[in-house]
């Protein structure tokens, strides 16, 4: 009767032991070393993950915005004429945002939205702002910019203020030097809106 030849049994806990055996082998400085390699590989992947991450939260958020200064006008309606002025806002980032403020003065102008609605842009989209431009002449003064403050939120309530100059400026900036040149006395006068008629008694107020 013939003896079947011995067989080996591969178990992982054999494995295991052999690998503690070898662990155990070899000199200790090894063993730190191989410990700190791994220490920092586990770190640099979960660094890398989460700057990742970080990188792509901050991309979504970013509020990306490019502006314009528009002019509409009518000769006939209201009778005499009517100029408007509204600032052109375009959405180039990836959310949704809001217009809350417009704000911007100089030496001559003051420019503000003309109410206080949030006025909201879809990415790729772009929306006008109506303006309130009040004019009050000061001698020796002249403005060459428009620069303005936009008050920017976005849909999770994050929100910035972005510093522009409005262009094209010289449109509105060649109204103000014609005005203040025939009627130097105008005080707080309403450039966005009907049409300032010379002979017109002087308007005070806003119209």
Known sequence: MSVPPPVE????????????????GL????????VALLVVAVLGVGL??????????????RIVITTALSISSSST??????VGYYV????????????????????????RMRDDAARPVDPGTETAIPLS???????????????VEISV???????????????????????VTTLCGVRPD??????????LRFEEPLDNGPN
């Open 186 to 195: 105008l005080r707080d006068h309403e450039v966005s809106g009907p049409v």
């Open 77 to 82: 309606s209201p009778a005499g004429g009517e």
């Open 27 to 34: 000199p200790r400085g090894a063993r730190i070393l191989l």
């Open 48 to 61: 890398a993950w989460m700057h990742g991450r970080s990188t792509q939260r901050a991309f979504q958020q």
């Open 9 to 24: 049994l591969l178990e992982s806990g054999n494995e295991l032991s052999r690998w503690r055996t070898r662990w155990a």
């Open 88 to 111: 052109v806002v375009r959405n180039e980032g990836r959310r949704r945002v809001a217009v809350t403020a417009v704000e911007g003065t100089t030496d001559r102008l003051r420019l």
């Open 133 to 147: 431009v009040l004019l009050s002449c000061v001698p020796g003064a002249g403005e060459e910019q428009l620069p």
């Open 153 to 175: 939120r976005r849909e999770d309530g994050g929100a910035v203020t972005r510093r522009i100059d409005l262009r094209p400026a010289a449109p509105l900036l060649d109204v």
